[in-house]
């Protein structure tokens, strides 16, 4: 038997597949699943492993000790999810073939399944088998009967057991309640997600850009590792306290146990208290505070992620100040003599989460040795 690991199982699942097959042209068909199992392959991105394609559906896995926060892990799983709409949306808007696969490719979906499980990884050929009773049970949940007693038909279904160990209690809030009686494994509490909500929401999302002449200081730095992983540690106040040149920091009104827009972020320098409330939220790509160092003065700080060969480029931007013309001559003389504490402290940032990654990654080779 291989040796046992602790983590989430992850089964992204094309649905609508078998019929749009049977009603399209092999060729094409065979083309636009390619494309979006690609696109799922892609999105399969650390802490997340790939273990193989079964089909239309790819398996994957991720160990506890190279886990990422809860909010980070449902959202990788919805920027799939946007993504998997997005190209389908573009393949319908760009098709000039009036072939069936081609004018058929809006009905397919994407579902998705987590389960925490203890498992086994066997190496098989150019691909990781998971083997155990959670494996077994993961792939059972794959038939159910959520479309018929709730009507939503591209969802992410989490296991109770998921939820626990995601640590995500209040996000239960927005979820559906279901259960599924599995054959010799009894009956399974699950919770539903219905993702087209998910996809209307981030693709009507105004986005929010500080224009050039309302620059007040950029600071950028790269980093050795993908956007997904900068984006778990800039939400971790250990690591956002470098950034911030703060003790220590609380945050406040959460979305159903989320950080989201509208959530509050008390940052303690010392005695003194920085406020900032998230406006954006463009997970692994942007998120916006407006930030008020002292009352009746804001500034916003703008994080923007983009993916280089290395890992990261992270770039920090602060606007001009914003509030009473005195005030405001104090916010940009303020800017302009934390220039070089700005530029220190990404660095410093930079510094601590690439050795905070290293040292996890060599607790998990040793695990698994």
């Known amino acids: 038997?291989?040796?046992?690991?602790?983590?989430?199982?992850?089964?992204?699942?094309?649905?609508?597949?078998?019929?749009?097959?049977?009603?399209?042209?092999?060729?094409?068909?065979?083309?636009?699943?390619?494309?979006?199992?690609?696109?799922?392959?892609?999105?399969?991105?650390?802490?997340?492993?790939?273990?193989?394609?079964?089909?239309?559906?790819?398996?994957?896995?991720?160990?506890?000790?190279?886990?990422?926060?809860?909010?980070?892990?449902?959202?990788?799983?919805?920027?799939?999810?946007?993504?998997?709409?997005?190209?389908?949306?573009?393949?319908?808007?760009?098709?000039?073939?009036?072939?069936?696969?081609?004018?058929?490719?809006?009905?397919?979906?994407?579902?998705?399944?987590?389960?925490?499980?203890?498992?086994?990884?066997?190496?098989?050929?150019?691909?990781?088998?998971?083997v155990g009773s959670d494996v077994n049970l993961i792939h059972r949940l794959l038939k159910n009967s959520v479309v018929e007693a709730t009507g939503v038909r591209a969802y992410a279904l989490y296991t109770d057991a998921a939820i626990d160990h995601l640590g995500l209690e209040r996000f239960r809030e927005k979820l559906i309640a279901h259960r599924e009686q599995i054959e010799h494994l009894g009956e399974v509490q699950v919770w539903v997600q219905d993702m087209h909500p998910v996809w209307e929401e981030r693709r009507e999302a105004l986005r929010i850009t500080i224009p050039p002449h309302q620059i007040g200081l950029q600071v950028e730095t790269e980093i050795a590792m993908p956007p997904q992983l900068v984006w778990d540690y800039l939400t971790k106040p250990a690591f956002r306290n470098t950034l911030n040149g703060s003790d220590r920091m609380h945050v406040l009104n959460r979305e159903h146990g989320r950080i989201a827009p509208g959530t509050v972020m008390h940052c303690y320098h010392g005695k003194r208290l920085t406020t900032q409330t998230i406006v954006q939220w463009q997970p692994f790509e942007q998120m916006t505070s407006e930030d008020s160092p002292i009352p009746r003065l804001s500034v916003l700080t703008d994080f923007y992620l983009s993916p280089t060969e290395r890992g990261t480029r992270l770039v920090q931007t602060f606007s001009k100040s914003r509030g009473p013309l005195p005030l405001r001559i104090i916010g940009d003389l303020m800017l302009s003599t934390i220039a070089k504490a700005g530029r220190r402290d990404i660095e410093a940032f930079r510094d601590q989460v690439e050795a905070d990654l290293a040292e996890r990654a060599a607790v998990t080779v040793d695990i698994s040795s």
């Open 1 to 130: 038997m291989s040796t046992l690991h602790h983590g989430l199982l992850l089964i992204a699942d094309i649905s609508g597949y078998t019929i749009y097959l049977s009603q399209s042209e092999l060729e094409h068909a065979q083309e636009v699943l390619q494309s979006l199992l690609e696109l799922l392959i892609d999105h399969t991105r650390p802490p997340l492993v790939l273990s193989r394609l079964a089909g239309d559906a790819v398996i994957s896995y991720v160990l506890q000790e190279t886990a990422v926060q809860g909010q980070t892990f449902v959202e990788l799983i919805e920027t799939t999810y946007v993504d998997f709409r997005r190209a389908i949306e573009l393949m319908v808007l760009n098709n000039s073939c009036q072939c069936n696969a081609c004018a058929n490719v809006s009905s397919l979906d994407l579902k998705f399944f987590i389960h925490d499980a203890t498992f086994g990884i066997q190496r098989l050929g150019a691909h990781d088998e998971l």
